[in-house]
């Protein structure tokens, strides 16, 4: 079972997609590329500043573009999967103290905040909490996922990691931090981290996944 009701939209998913694994690391490329002559001195144009300085100042606004988009679209597709499996999640953001706010409010799903605050969590950077709470039969096998995750963005870094608490009835016991980073796939990487499979599904028009 899914929660479908918190899968993302097809096209979010795709373009997310296309980001993490093509567009982000070929906006960077494209800059080097374009701005490749400020490295090469050219006799015909002695006025013309040329050098490792005037490259990297130019090539600077497609480098942290680039890195933006690599960071945010690894912070996205890991989201997408968790709250595809999440009964209760919060809205992202940037401070622990912001985000605890939204768990204290969270109507469908009481988060043992002081334990976590006890075990310890992420102060600052894209912060999303979730209710992981899902189960799936394979063959004779049942596999159940029951944590709360903490999910930390880094800026800049194609990189995040999961603060994960394991739950005993409505507290959280303990605590493991795991990371996902380019170029590992987020929806197999957390299929390992959980022994669970995190999958995603395409989606008919009206928003329900479809075949």
Known sequence: MAYYQHAPEYGAYIFMMLCYFIFSWA???????????????????????HGKKVFLKRWAPWLLTGLLLWSFSTFKLTDY???????????THLTASALIEDMKSNERYRFDIEGIQKLGMP????????????????????????????L?????VPAVKLYIYEVEGNKVKSLRREHIFFPQFPGGRLSEIFNFPFEMFFWQAGGGPGA
């Not at 979730?130 to 394979?138: G, V």
């Open 123 to 150: 102060f600052f950077g894209l912060l999303k909490a979730y209710k992981l709470q899902d189960s799936t039969r394979e063959g004779l096998i049942i596999k159940r996922v029951n944590e709360v995750v903490i």
């Open 81 to 91: 999967y968790l709250s595809t499996y999440s009964l209760a999640l919060t809205e």
């Open 152 to 156: 930390q963005g880094y800026p800049l």
């Open 27 to 49: 906006i960077i490329a494209l800059g080097a590329y374009i701005n490749r002559e400020a490295l090469i001195k050219n006799p015909k144009f002695e006025g013309i500043p």
